[in-house]
């Protein structure tokens, strides 16, 4: 008799959680992309599209930043901008600082900050001090003037490798700190 009891309540038991995640995957579910810009849906719904997008950003005359795309979708209410195939140039004291390049990317039209990513493999981000950081994506960070990731990341340069998760970077002082794991190997 008490094993029909336990049985039964097994059966409602099972019935309610069935139900209860059946609801939660009609309800809750969104479709979510694996990169770190836009899905298609949202792209479709753009204030405008523009072909060799180039956006610069300048402060006393002088160029800080410039960001091409070989096509932008512009949400005007949203400030920001979506990139398809980006460059990107940051420019320091001394002149160019840094160049990358990446599949897609966004863009805050009102903060200047901005993300670029590689949908398959490494962003490789090269510094005119001869170093490259390899990572899958990197955002830039306008006010305090800082690239950072919080992905695994690697970089080469001058005999060394360094690989870690993580990286802040500040463009004015030329100063890189990977945040987690970190790894230094000297090669030759």
Not at 51 to 77: K, L, Y
Not at 127 to 136: A, K, R, V
Not at 174 to 187: A, S
């Amino acid at each position: 008799m008490w094993q029909r009891w336990i049985r039964g309540g097994l059966l409602v038991l099972s019935v309610i959680f069935t139900s209860f995640l059946v609801y939660l995957l009609m309800t809750r579910t969104e479709s979510v992309s694996s990169s770190h810009v836009a899905n298609p849906a949202t792209l479709e719904r753009a204030d405008a599209g523009i072909d060799q997008f180039t956006f610069t950003q300048s402060r006393a005359g002088a160029v800080q930043w410039e960001v091409r795309a070989q096509r932008a979708r512009v949400f005007e209410a949203e400030n920001r901008a979506v990139l398809d195939q980006v460059q990107v140039t940051l420019y320091g004291k001394k002149g160019r600082e840094l160049r990358l390049e990446g599949d897609e990317g966004t863009i805050d039209t009102v903060k200047r900050d901005f993300v670029v990513a590689q949908r398959t493999g490494l962003l490789a981000v090269q510094l005119e001090s001869g170093y490259t950081i390899y990572t899958n994506h990197l955002a830039w960070t306008d006010a305090s003037r800082e690239i950072s990731t919080g992905d695994p990341v690697t970089m080469s340069g001058h005999g060394l490798d360094v690989r870690g998760v993580g990286l802040i970077g500040k463009l004015d002082t030329e100063e890189f700190q990977v945040l987690q794991d970190v790894h230094v190997e000297i090669v030759q």
